[in-house]
């Protein structure tokens, strides 16, 4: 963090596209590092000088001001901002989702516990559709639509690991019927799967 560094400019151009560079204080590296996401970091050690002239900027509140960049910088900057808008979509993929289970379980005679499966699909490919094109527009460079799309289905279809024994758990030892059953085990399961999303489909 010393400033004396050197980055790529195709790095930089990166970071200004991607909602723009807003360092905090003195470490401007620390904005570059984490916002303009470089492939690779290397350190060069050195011995600093003796002072000669001039008063160091390392003070006590320059301190305190790099801990709060830092924790900014960890907590993703707009993360609150992409977990509402995740949120969101989530909740509309609802329809979706029920209505495939009201289907299949209704006029099919499907049991439930397949008809979750099947329903699942529906709702995921309804939310891959408007993360990908409305919250994570910005990154789908990164990877290929088909890795994407494969990512997205192997982790919204693995939640099912957890929400299908917690769904026949609510209907068969508390009584709900498969649909209110469902729903509670979607929004059981949304946090970890906005997590991994953002982690590893989308490398944010």
Not at 45 to 67: D, I, N, Q, V, Y
Not at 158 to 167: G, H, K, M, V
Not at 184 to 194: E, G, I, K, N, P
């Amino acid at each position: 963090m010393s400033g004396f560094f050197a980055i790529r400019r195709d790095a930089v151009a990166r970071g200004a596209e991607d909602g723009g560079l807003r360092p905090l204080g003195y470490k401007i590296l620390l904005e570059l590092a984490v916002r303009c996401r470089p492939r690779g970091v290397a350190e060069v050690p050195f011995a600093f000088g003796e002072r000669h002239a001039g008063e160091s900027k390392s003070t006590l509140r320059e301190g305190m001001r790099f801990l709060r960049h830092l924790a900014q910088l960890r907590a993703g900057g707009d993360a609150r901002l992409r977990l509402l808008a995740f949120a969101l979509i989530g909740a509309s993929g609802f329809l979706p989702n029920l209505a495939a289970l009201w289907l299949l379980t209704g006029p099919a005679g499907m049991h439930y516990v397949p008809a979750e499966i099947l329903a699942n699909q529906a709702g995921l490919l309804w939310n891959f559709v408007l993360v990908d094109t409305l919250l994570h527009h910005r990154h789908r460079a990164e990877r290929p639509r088909g890795a994407r799309l494969t990512g997205f289905a192997l982790l919204g279809n693995a939640d099912l690991i957890a929400r299908i024994p917690l769904t026949m758990l609510l209907v068969s030892t508390f009584g709900l019927s498969p649909l209110p059953a469902t729903a509670l085990s979607l929004v059981a399961v949304f946090f970890l799967r906005f997590l991994l999303v953002d982690k590893l489909v989308y490398r944010r």
